[in-house]
């Protein structure tokens, strides 16, 4: 057990540029979210996966963002177009998906910075 | 909607002494409960969770966190606060009787300075 990981860990950008994020599981973990966190705040919710199915987006996921998860692995959240309100923390958690663990495992987390 | 309270953004111990961080939800069912500790420019790790069994709660390092429903908290306590414990704590709130997609909604957070 390895753990979530995260790629990268910074990543700095001009606006207007677009950012793809990597996120990969515990193995044998079958649900995957993802999170932002600006400064000061706790994590809010931005997507959720079962397997690879996209079962609910937040409404804080505007059009610019999208997530992946092509073959209930690894997932990826690209942004378009990114804006200043972009920066924050991404952060990626998965859990077993079993009804009584509801506990969920973070990776490290993506700082995006919009300059 | 679930939501979590956590009352003081910072709080200050000195070494050794009573650590005790505050969390109330908000629901009229008991949901599942969570702290979560974060390191600076870290993820979060789990601390410790409530899922309707024992009302008290041991976690790592020490912390533990007492489920009263009478009072809809789950505060998190240390009994002796060691300067590693310096950290932002989180307390966080899943529902108990959805199954399926079940994010967690977090509070905003209790940074959490020990003073040698």
């Known amino acids: 057990d390895t753990g979530v990981s995260q790629n990268p860990r910074h990543k700095i950008t001009k606006r207007g540029q677009n950012v793809t994020f990597r996120c990969d599981p515990i193995?044998?973990?079958?649900?995957l979210y993802w999170y932002r966190q600006t400064l000061g705040q706790g994590p809010e919710f931005l997507t959720y996966?079962?397997?690879?199915?996209?079962?609910?987006k937040s409404r804080l996921l505007s059009d610019r963002f999208s997530a992946e998860r092509p073959k209930g692995s690894f997932s990826t959240l690209e942004i378009q177009r990114t804006e200043q309100g972009d920066s924050a923390m991404y952060l990626c958690a998965s859990s077993p998906g079993k009804t009584q663990s509801r506990e969920q495992y973070f990776g490290p987390g993506t700082r995006l910075t919009v300059t | 909607a679930q939501s979590v309270t956590q009352l003081g953004s910072h709080v200050s111990v000195s070494e050794g002494a009573l650590v005790l961080l505050r969390c109330n939800y908000s629901s009229s069912v008991p949901p599942y409960l969570f702290w979560y500790v974060q390191y600076p420019n870290q993820g979060l790790q789990l601390l410790l969770k409530y899922t309707s069994a024992a009302t008290l709660v041991k976690g790592i390092n020490g912390f533990e966190a007492e489920f009263k429903k009478s009072e809809t908290s789950f505060h998190l306590t240390k009994p002796s606060a060691h300067m590693s414990d310096a950290a932002e704590y989180f307390c966080a709130v899943s529902p108990l009787f959805i199954s399926g997609n079940t994010p967690l909604v977090f509070g905003k957070g209790t940074r959490l300075s020990v003073i040698a």
């Open positions: 996966f079962q397997n690879e199915a996209q079962l609910e």
């Open positions: 193995s044998e973990h079958n649900r």
